[in-house]
């Protein structure tokens, strides 16, 4: 039997304006991930090539999830190396001239 997948296939008509069929395409994916903006290029979408709107592969947005979860794969190596700063403490040292 064949794999039953809840993805559009290749004359999928948009649902938002009915008009429009949806084609696959590919565009360039934002997404933030912790407050960084992550831009995918040639990430595979179905366009509406009538309103424009877009429905992304669910398949894609598994992998897409997949490498950029930080548990997933590899710890990347990140230079955030922030060592700490000797701070003089007021008041503990200083030399007393009380006279
Ligand atoms: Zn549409």
Redesign the pocket.
Known sequence: MNEHEHMPSSSTP?I??H??LLVLRHITYFTWLGGELITVPNFPAWV?D??G?RVYDEKAIQWLNMILDPNAGKPSTKPRRTPPLPRPRPGTHHPVSDS
Do not use: K, P
């Open positions: 948009c938002e304006c008009a429009g509406c009538v309103c709107r």
